[in-house]
Every structure is written in structure tokens, then in C-alpha cells.
């Protein structure tokens, strides 16, 4: 495996805040590289893990994390990206979690957008690794829950860190609010967008996305391969996408953890035109009442077997 930054748990990493009960929940720590960081609290070892953020101490890392900042926007989405123990927060004491966990949130704020050429009346969280960790093939995993909110678009991915499409794009969890599935798609030159490879992951009955999942993608240099809880449900050869463009695939890729609003993906699954493209008054609501977020426990790389 090729890493630009080997980073092994519990080293070189700043971890994050907390442990178990969503009711006791620990008020939102700081944002992104404001206060000093305590010492991390001990996480798991394994001598396989190249990358571990177990979010598990009193601070988001601005040495690992980047956050989005406002003048960012794609896909037509309604969201702004700041930087915000409103957006982008550690919670302690959450049913389920193996320690502290990651919040990215949106947030009802009408009247604040920066920028002259969008109406976002949403401020929302978006981080990233590009710079201080990124790396070229093995498996990228997260523990994630979500909220059930049409419209919403939480994700989990990989993007190149040059031009895009050509450098590539792994989507590795996509949810827009249909609590009955997540999505997985690859992007390059020739299969981006509405063209890119993609497929629907549909949670076996009693399994909702509001349930703690495992969200993977193993990636080598010949095929890359998407599972749920170990459970694989899309793998896709360089030989197959070759026939539709180059694979991007063989180049350095960051980590990215999102929390997006409406825009071309929700509105194309929902087809809801106000109050909000892709977001419904129900939705928006949720959001007012701050209920819609997405935890993430964990996210690590291993390195292919």
C-alpha cells in the first residue's frame, strides 16, 4: 500500500471526544483548530491499521482535518460550509459508539450566504485530510449513523487531489434521505456524474440507515469493491471501466466527511420543487429542530491483505 503519511493509531493523530446515550449527550466541543488539544485518550492498536481517527480525545486535529470553508458549492446543493461547533462537533455518551463520536450537522441560518449567485439559507459541515493524509489503494472504512430526512445528502468518500474527474472520485456512502438504501459510485474522465458507475445498497428488513453500518471500499490497482457490514454488494474491474474512460485510480486520494443539502442527486431521487430543490418543508423542520445530523465512531485505512 502507498501512503503519502503513515499515520498509526494512537501515534502521530489527534483524536476526537467521547463514549456511550444520546439523551446524556456531552454539549459540542470546539470546531476545527480552535483551543488547545488534550492528550489523546488510548485507542486500539492493530498492527494492519495505516489510519485511525477514533475521535476519541477532546479535539478535531487541524493538523489531519481540514474544514470546507463558504465560498465552496457543488451540485446545485443549499448548504454553505463554515467552520462551526454548530456544524462540525464531538459528542460524548452516544448509544452504540465505541468511544466519542464525530457530528457534522446542518443548520437553519436564512440571510448569511457569502456568496451573491446562490441562496443558501443552510450552513453545514465539511472536512477533510487532503494534504495530511492521503494515500493510493487499501481499505477505507467508517461507523456511521444518520437521521431519515428527505433530501438530506451525508456522505463518505475519496477524491483525487487534482482536476476533477480525471484524478478520480470513490464514493463510498451516499444516503439522500431514502431510509431504506445508501448508494456507492466511481467517477473518472468519461464516467462522472449522471454517467458515473453506481449502485444501490438495500438494508435487509429490520435494517434501517439510521442503525450503526460499516461503510467500506477495498481498492487495488485492478478492481474496487463496496460493502455494507462486510457484506460486499458492487465491485467493478479497471478492465470494465476502461471501456468507458481511463481509470482514475492509481493516484493519491483524501478522505472526506460531509453533510450536504439538496441539490442534483436528492432532487433527481425525490423530485420535490419547494420549498427547496430536493428538500421538503418536513425536512426542513428537522433541521430547525436540529434534528438531522449524521455520527461518525470511527474511519480507518488498512492496507489490502
Request: hydrophobic share 40%; with cysteine.
Amino acid at each position: 500500500m502507498r501512503i503519502r503519511r503513515l499515520l498509526l493509531a494512537g501515534a502521530a493523530i489527534a483524536l476526537l471526544a467521547g463514549c456511550g446515550g444520546e439523551d446524556t449527550s456531552s454539549p459540542p466541543s470546539a470546531p476545527i483548530g480552535s483551543g488547545p488539544a488534550p492528550t489523546p485518550s488510548p485507542s486500539p492498536k492493530p498492527t494492519t491499521v495505516a489510519f485511525a481517527e477514533e475521535f476519541n480525545a477532546g479535539q478535531i486535529s487541524s493538523d489531519i482535518w481540514k474544514p470546507e470553508g463558504p465560498d465552496f458549492w457543488v451540485n446545485n446543493e443549499l448548504q454553505a460550509y463554515v467552520n462551526s461547533a454548530d456544524t462540525i462537533a464531538l459528542r460524548s455518551n452516544v448509544a452504540g459508539a465505541d468511544g466519542g463520536v464525530l457530528v457534522l450537522k446542518p443548520k437553519w441560518a436564512p440571510g448569511q450566504d457569502t456568496r451573491s449567485d446562490r441562496r443558501a439559507d443552510f450552513q453545514s459541515g465539511r472536512i477533510h485530510t487532503r494534504g495530511a493524509y492521503d494515500f493510493t489503494y487499501g481499505r477505507a472504512q467508517a461507523r456511521i449513523k444518520m437521521t431519515e430526512f428527505t433530501g438530506v445528502w451525508p456522505a463518505f468518500w475519496l477524491l483525487g487531489n487534482g482536476t476533477w474527474p480525471a484524478t478520480g472520485e470513490i464514493d463510498i456512502m451516499e444516503f439522500v434521505g431514502e431510509p431504506g438504501w445508501i448508494s456507492a459510485a466511481l467517477h473518472g474522465s468519461g464516467y462522472s456524474g449522471a454517467n458515473a458507475f453506481s449502485r444501490r445498497y438495500n438494508f435487509p428488513s429490520g435494517l434501517r440507515v439510521s442503525d450503526w453500518h460499516i461503510y467500506s471500499a477495498e481498492w487495488s490497482s485492478t478492481a474496487i469493491t463496496f460493502a455494507v457490514d462486510g457484506n460486499e454488494y458492487f465491485r467493478i474491474t479497471r478492465g470494465e471501466v476502461e471501456r468507458s474512460g481511463p481509470w482514475a485510480f492509481d493516484t493519491p486520494k483524501h478522505i472526506i466527511l460531509n453533510y450536504a443539502l439538496g441539490g442534483d442527486y436528492p432532487f433527481g431521487v425525490n423530485g420535490v420543487l419547494a420549498p427547496y430543490r430536493g428538500l421538503p418543508q418536513s425536512t426542513v423542520d428537522a433541521i430547525k429542530a436540529g434534528e438531522a445530523e449524521m455520527l461518525v465512531d470511527w474511519v480507518r485505512v488498512t492496507p489490502l491483505p
